[in-house]
């Protein structure tokens, strides 16, 4: 699929995020380079907190959604239409991939953060990464989904500080409960890496790929509700739902392609026919639920199936979620 912008177009934006700093008004604020891309910024005037809030986008280079959202964000500062309650920590992941239009160089960024010890260009920007983010106290990851999203969501490692975070910026949320990852050795998502040193880390997945306006304005205002969290704003009521795995679902066959209208929060039926496979047999669900993380889908060239590795993610919705975990 491909896209309406060029390369030049997020390399042109990207320098605009840098511009921002250096022309940032001086007189109500203090701006640090922490690192190329990332800066820290820090409000004159007195602030009422001293709680450091981290903004991040571009962990996947390829998902650009996140840059223009932080774009805008700072847009509002530079025009005096938000007040920062204290200090940020605003960067930018992969970007020198994301200047050449690829999600990373030779290994997964958002699998590099952590207790792990790696070689190549990703391995030396997370360090870079985590040495300026280390003393965040809250941080929001904004991501977006390679395939078509219905909706925002959250992947989220149970955590009651995490949850009370995302009710506090989107009390509607899609929040998808993960695994906690293995930290021994291994590379981790940025998120995980910070909540393991005791930040309130949250990972948003904006919605599909690209630039989409009702997402920067989504995640704007994410990142507005989290500024007044941090001033002490009590989290509304929670009136999203969680949807946990309830298990991979392989292809049926070779050749297996899901119904081109499907993508991640699609309901699907027991029976129903969600695609086709060998050649054109029908492909009938075998459990009702929800997608999650579909590989496959006809008309997407870039994902192509794999016999060996789970074609989508089968979701429930689940009301009881808090309950049960009480
Ligand atoms: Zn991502």
Request: charged share 25%.
């Amino acid at each position: 699929m491909g896209e309406a912008y060029t390369t030049e177009f997020i390399k042109d934006n990207i320098e605009n995020f840098k511009s921002f700093f250096t022309e940032l008004n001086k007189e109500r604020f203090i701006v640090k380079e922490l690192a190329p891309y990332i800066y820290e910024l820090t409000p004159i005037k007195e602030t009422s907190v001293d709680k450091v809030i981290g903004l991040m986008a571009l962990n996947h280079g390829n998902e650009v959604g996140g840059l223009f959202v932080l774009l805008e964000f700072l847009s509002l500062l530079d025009k005096g239409l938000v007040n920062l309650p204290g200090k940020v920590v605003i960067g930018l992941g992969s970007v020198e991939s994301a200047k050449l239009g690829k999600r990373f160089f030779e290994k997964d960024l958002n699998r590099c953060y952590g207790d792990v010890v790696g070689e190549g260009k990703d391995f030396q920007r997370a360090k870079v990464i985590m040495e300026a983010f280390k003393e965040c106290h809250m941080s929001l990851d904004l991501h977006q989904t390679q395939t078509p999203s219905a909706q925002p969501f959250f992947p989220m490692t149970f955590n009651t500080k995490t949850f009370e975070l995302i009710r506090a910026i989107d009390p509607q949320a899609s929040i998808i409960p993960q695994k906690p990852y293995d930290q021994k050795g291994k590379g981790v998502p940025f998120s995980h890496y910070l909540v393991n040193r005791g930040c309130t880390a949250v990972t948003v997945e904006l919605g599909t790929m690209g630039l989409d306006y009702k997402q920067i304005y989504y995640g704007v205002q994410l990142i507005l509700k989290l500024l007044n969290y941090n001033l002490g704003k009590e989290p509304e009521e929670f009136r999203g739902s969680f949807f946990p795995k309830r298990g991979p679902v392989f292809p049926p066959g070779p050749d297996a392609w899901l119904r081109s209208d499907l993508g991640n929060f699609s309901e699907i039926k027991k029976g129903e026919v969600i695609g086709d496979y060998d050649g054109g047999k029908k492909w009938m669900a075998q459990e009702s639920g929800f997608l999650a993380f579909p590989k496959a889908i006809r008309g997407l060239k870039r994902t192509q199936a794999n016999e060996n590795e789970p074609i989508y993610i089968l979701l429930d919705r689940d009301p009881d979620y808090l309950k049960n975990r009480e």
